[in-house]
C-alpha cells in the first residue's frame, strides 16, 4: 500500500474551510437576533427621543411662564413705586396746601373776626371770600384804602406759592344806575373790573401774573337772597380760589 503524504498547506486548507463555513454560519445566525434587537433599539430610540422633545416643549413652557412672570412682578414693581410716589407727592402737596391755609389764617385774623373775610379749606384748594366793602366803594372798581392793605397782605403770602390763583368778581342783582352804565354796562362789568383790579395788585406786589386769572360771575351765583340788605351785602364779594395746580414760572 502507497502511503500518502498531506503537504502542511492542504492541512491549513482544510482547517479555513472548515472554519470560513462555521462563520458563514455564525454570520447567518447573528444577523438574525441584530435585526431584532435593532428593531427593539430603533423603538426604545423614538421613544426616547420623543420624550426628550416633550421635555424640552415643557421646559420651553416653563421658561416661557417664568419670564411672563418675571415681567409680571416687574410690572407690578413699578406700579407699586408709581402709586407710591403718587402718594407721598399728593400727601407732600396736602402739607404745603394746609400751610399756605394755615399762613393765611394767620393774615386775616382781624378781618375774619370782624366777618370781613372767610377762609375754606376745599378738596380742590383754598378760597378766601373778602367782603366787597372792605375792597371798593359802592358802585366802584376802584381799590380803597383798606383794600390795598389787605391784598397787600395777601400778596405777600400768595407770591410764596406757585398755585394758580383765580380772582373772581360778584354782585348783588341791584341793576346798574344809569349814571355807571356808561362805564359798566351791566353787573358783569363791574365784577370783572373789580376782579381785575384786584389782579393788577396782587402782580403789582409780586404774584406771578402767569398764575393769576381774572373772571366775572356779576350778579349770578349768589350765597345769600337777595331780597335784605343782609344777603345783598353777602353777595357783594371777591373770592380768591387757589387750585394746587403748579404754575411754570417765568
Known sequence: MKRITQKPGCRWLRS????????????SLSGCVTSKTYKAMVQERDQVLEEKAQVEMERDRL????????????????????AAKKAAAAQAQLAQQQQVYQNLQSTFAKEQAANQVKIEMMKSGIKVNLANEILFPSGSADLNAMGIEVLTRAAAELKKSPYQTIVAGFTDNVAISEKLMEKYPTNWELAGARAASVVRLLEKEGVNPAQLLAISFGENSPVESNETPEGRSKNRRIEIILRPVAVTMN
Open 63 to 82: 421658561m416661557g411662564e417664568k419670564s411672563r412672570l418675571s415681567a409680571k412682578v416687574a410690572e407690578t414693581e413699578d406700579e407699586k413705586m408709581a
Open 16 to 27: 479555513g474551510l472548515v472554519l470560513g463555513l462555521f462563520g458563514l454560519v455564525l454570520v
